[in-house]
């Protein structure tokens, strides 16, 4: 066991039973009802992390800007092709448009030459010429699923033959178990956003109790950030 592995296994020993991989009931082998829990906790781990990073800005006394928005995007998307995802997939990594990440591309030479060499590096260790499901690649279907795609198109768009990812999810309890949960998330998702109109901003008699919820970001950097009908 290495350094970290020991270091990992001792993090989430102290975190409690339900921590440790094989005590809990998602060991290899388990099935869907004891992936449940676990699969809800991941798919709510992925959705929070936009939350999670405006919350540190936040912490630090400002509200983040459109700059540290772009900035975190791009972080994802270089993450998402150094693991060897296509374009889609690494928009969808990093919650844009694929317009939009086509958009950095061309005006960010930083960026562009960034992704380049992230694509190189998934290259160089064999992570972009097999269509295998991957954590990254699941990663990309549990995210797409969450935010209104279909299950084969999210598939698609991750890189995983269709009929491949259909004989994973059907022959893999904890799969299926995570693309249940990230259906359940959505539907939630959606009741939240009743009363609201497009864009997330509260109308109408929802107005006061979606106060809250306003997204502030400060517009510093056109170039950065491109228009949405650039």
Same mark, same amino acid.
């Given at each position: 066991m290495t350094m970290y592995e020991h270091a990992t296994e001792r993090v989430a020993r102290a975190a409690g039973p339900e921590a440790v991989p094989g005590t809990d009931g998602w060991e290899q082998g388990a099935g869907p009802e004891a992936w449940e829990p676990r699969a809800e906790r991941i798919?709510?781990?992925?959705?929070?992390?936009?939350?999670?990073?405006?919350?540190?800005?936040?912490?630090?006394?400002?509200?983040?800007?459109? =700059?540290?928005?772009?900035?975190?995007?791009?972080? #994802? +998307? $270089?993450?998402? @092709? &150094? %693991?060897? !995802?296509?374009?889609?997939?690494?928009?969808?990594?990093?919650?844009?448009?694929?317009?939009?990440?086509r958009d950095w591309l061309a005006q960010d030479p930083a960026f562009a030459g960034a992704l380049r060499a992230a694509g190189a590096l998934a290259a160089g260790h064999g992570l972009t010429a097999a269509e295998e499901a991957t954590p990254a690649r699941l990663r990309v279907v549990l995210d797409a699923v969450g935010r209104g795609a279909a299950w084969p198109v999210a598939a698609?768009?991750?890189?995983?033959?269709?009929?491949?990812?259909? =004989?994973?999810?059907?022959?893999?309890?904890?799969? #299926? +178990? $995570?693309?249940? @949960? &990230? %259906?359940? !998330?959505?539907?939630?998702t959606a009741r939240e956003r009743t009363g609201r109109g497009a864009r997330g901003v509260p109308t109408g008699e929802g107005a006061a109790a979606g106060e809250g919820r306003?997204?502030?970001?400060?517009?510093?950097?056109?170039?950065?950030s491109p228009t949405e009908d650039g």
């Open positions: 798919v709510s781990w992925l959705a929070a992390r936009e939350e999670a990073e405006r919350g540190l800005l936040e912490a630090l006394g400002r509200p983040p800007s459109q =700059r540290d928005d772009t900035v975190a995007r791009m972080a #994802e +998307a $270089l993450r998402a @092709a &150094a %693991q060897g !995802l296509a374009l889609p997939a690494v928009a969808v990594a990093a919650g844009v448009p694929e317009r939009m990440l698609a768009l991750a890189g995983i033959p269709v009929r491949r990812f259909n =004989r994973l999810r059907r022959g893999t309890p904890g799969v #299926e +178990a $995570l693309l249940e @949960a &990230a %259906q359940r !998330l959505r539907a939630r306003y997204r502030l970001v400060r517009l510093d950097d056109p170039l950065l």
